[in-house]
């Protein structure tokens, strides 16, 4: 398990032209470098469109317009464009319907390995709420989903402190493994966080021992050979320990199964929203059931610092 690495031959980057759209194209072009992947960026053209002066919707085709679709395939290519990528294969896409059901189909359709994409549409409010299509792409997501909401900047190499937000079952060391593998061969540091609810502090000594065990089970001996690894127990409210352990840590990525335990929050809404919607990073949810291979797959580039073209 030292040596682990994943397997990443296909990201899905889907986009609809925002600032956030933009930060995760470019994280995705970053990570496709290190892992020599194809990227496909897709934009989804709603099956209806507004009336003038806020009077709704209406149903309408777009998609077999050759006017609209023309001008949408140059716009895809001017906002892939604004990101040097030099190297890395780049496919765009078109679907038309609701966007959360395009994106999933386009997964599924594509193999993609990841997905990558913004926290927040062109329309919502940037720290009051996450938009409600990669909400819904979470929420029953056929592959990884790494969100990204802000420009991670130009830095080489993968992560380089991690924290994984986890329980202490069995169901929950793949997501451990997946965390490793991602960590920077210069700087592998993780930190392995379970959080027990509020209301149980008072026996906080107890339980906050066998949580560490039970953390420490996960985590094969000789992995520690090759990974800087801290346990770490919180009580309290999952989304907000996570969220300021992550800023202590000053952590590049989070990553965090989406089964439902009531160590990170029986609910999406209670931990994964407001992680997602607020970490100072990006957030990888890996969801349940999901087997992502993560033995045998050797790296083939190092990634480049990305970033916008002048």
């Known amino acids: 398990m030292a040596d682990t690495n994943l397997s990443i031959h296909k990201i899905l980057c889907p986009t609809d032209f925002s600032d956030f759209a933009a930060s995760a194209f470019a994280e995705s072009v970053r990570l496709a470098r290190w892992f020599g992947a194809k990227v496909t960026v897709l934009h989804v053209l709603p099956f209806a469109v507004p009336i003038a002066g806020d009077?709704?919707?209406?149903?309408?085709?777009?998609?077999?317009?050759?006017?609209?679709?023309?001008?949408?395939?140059?716009?895809?290519?001017?906002?892939?464009d604004a990101t040097e990528h030099t190297g890395v294969p780049i496919e765009t896409a078109i679907r038309e319907g609701d966007a959360c059901v395009e994106i999933r189909e386009a997964v599924r359709e594509a193999g993609a390995d990841l997905v990558v994409m913004g926290t927040h549409g062109r329309s919502g409010f940037k720290r009051l709420a996450l938009g409600s299509v990669t909400e819904a792409v979470l929420r029953n997501a056929p592959a990884p989903v790494l969100t990204v909401h802000r420009d991670v900047g130009r830095r080489k190499g993968l992560y380089r402190r991690i924290?994984?937000?986890?329980?202490?079952?069995?169901?929950?060391?793949?997501?451990?493994?997946?965390?490793?593998?991602?960590?920077?061969?210069?700087?592998?540091?993780?930190?392995?966080?379970?959080?027990?609810?509020?209301?149980?502090?008072?026996?906080?000594?107890?339980?906050?021992?066998?949580?560490?065990?039970?953390?420490?089970?996960?985590?094969?001996?000789?992995?520690?050979?090759?990974?800087?690894?801290?346990?770490?127990?919180?009580?309290?409210?999952?989304d907000r320990e996570i969220l300021k352990l992550a800023a202590k840590d000053d952590a590049d990525l989070v990553v965090m199964g989406t089964h439902r335990h009531a160590a990170l929050g029986a609910l999406f809404g209670s931990t994964v929203r407001g992680v997602v919607r607020d970490a100072p990073c990006p957030v990888l949810l890996v969801p349940t059931g999901y087997v992502w291979p993560v033995t045998g797959i050797a790296r083939t580039q190092t990634a480049e610092p990305v970033g916008r073209t002048a």
Request: proline content about 2%; aromatic content about 4%; charged content about 25%.
């Open 55 to 80: 009077m709704g919707y209406i149903p309408m085709s777009v998609a077999n317009d050759k006017t609209v679709r023309e001008a949408k395939l140059m716009e895809i290519q001017s906002f892939v």
């Open 163 to 238: 924290l994984c937000a986890t329980d202490v079952s069995e169901r929950t060391a793949r997501t451990i493994a997946v965390a490793m593998a991602l960590a920077d061969e210069g700087a592998k540091h993780l930190t392995v966080l379970n959080v027990i609810e509020d209301g149980r502090e008072s026996m906080g000594g107890d339980l906050e021992r066998a949580a560490l065990d039970g953390l420490q089970k996960l985590i094969p001996d000789e992995a520690r050979d090759s990974y800087r690894i801290e346990n770490h127990v919180a009580f309290g409210q999952a």
